[in-house]
């Protein structure tokens, strides 16, 4: 993207930097990165050119994933806005596809690390009902999966594996 003298590829190269550094748990790097993303971000002017290249939507997925790490960082109350800020986006642009990255980054996920049993089930349905609409199995597995773990964390053990071994099952 440097090379280029290109920032949309600069940007997405912060947004991959930022969810692998998420993943390795190194939270502080990853914030960095993510919100370089969301500085940059115009959703009126960077939806479709990032739908272009990525198929899904880095701005959004950068505020869904910089509501992760703010969490883990101990910034609850920004995570919770930040996540709010993700959700309300991506209903506005309407691109199923990434708000199905934004329910199940930045509001089931969160949640779940919350230990908020209505919200990650609340948030569940939705992914689950988005998926099956615009007919995205893999998210809807996704969707099943958290539904269970907000069951289990409601104390309705039997239902909520019942729900991730459906989750589980219907990847195969």
């Given at each position: 993207?440097?090379q280029a003298d290109d920032p949309l590829l600069i940007a997405l190269a ?121 007919h995205f199995p893999a998210w809807r597995a996704t969707g099943i999966s ?27």
């Amino acid at each position: 993207g440097q090379q280029a003298d290109d920032p949309l590829l600069i940007a997405l190269a912060h947004w991959c930097l930022g969810i692998v550094l998420f993943g390795l748990g190194k939270f502080t790097q990853a914030r960095f990165h993510l919100e370089e993303v969301v500085t940059f971000y115009q959703p009126q002017q960077h939806h479709r050119a990032f739908m272009i290249l990525r198929g899904i939507d880095a701005g959004l997925s950068s505020l869904a994933y910089l509501a992760l790490c703010l969490w883990c960082l101990g910034y609850h109350e920004q995570a919770l806005k930040k996540s709010r800020e993700a959700l309300d986006m991506a209903h506005a642009i309407d691109h199923s596809f990434s708000l199905a990255d934004v329910l199940r980054y930045g509001c089931c996920e969160l949640h779940k690390l919350r230990r908020d049993a209505p919200s990650l089930k609340f948030y569940s349905d939705e992914l689950i009902q988005v998926a099956q609409e615009k007919h995205f199995p893999a998210w809807r597995a996704t969707g099943i999966s958290c539904l269970g773990e907000a069951y289990i964390l409601l104390d309705q053990l039997e239902e909520g594996i019942l729900l991730i071994r459906d989750s589980v099952e219907e990847n195969l």
